[in-house]
């Protein structure tokens, strides 16, 4: 699939990076990791195997926000990289998405 990149500033980034560090540290983020359940496979992996992902991610001009961010394994946050929700669903449909 190709990456077509938007222009997005590195200070962007850099802020909301910031901004996703903070939040991890709030108790939204703990209620939300506290069952160990990754957003994309639904695998049950414990709180300390999920990563903070960003739905649209920051490369893609996603924000920090609650809205954007859900807990997921390692294995999905690696493989998601920078795809939008709906590339995603199209890759996991893939004969490249069965294999992983």
Known sequence: MCFD????SESHIRREKEKAR?????HWWNARIEKG?????????????LTMDHVVPLAR???STKGNL????KDCNNRKR???????????????????
């Open 61 to 63: 001009g996603g924000r």
């Open 22 to 26: 903070r939040l991890r540290k709030s």
């Open 5 to 8: 990149p938007i222009d997005v």
């Open 70 to 73: 859900v807990p997921a394994c």
């Open 37 to 49: 359940v990754c957003y994309y496979c639904g695998r049950r992996v414990g709180r300390e195997n």
């Open 82 to 100: 920078y795809l939008l929700p709906v590339e995603w669903e199209e890759y996991l449909k893939s004969p490249d998405g069965l294999q992983e």
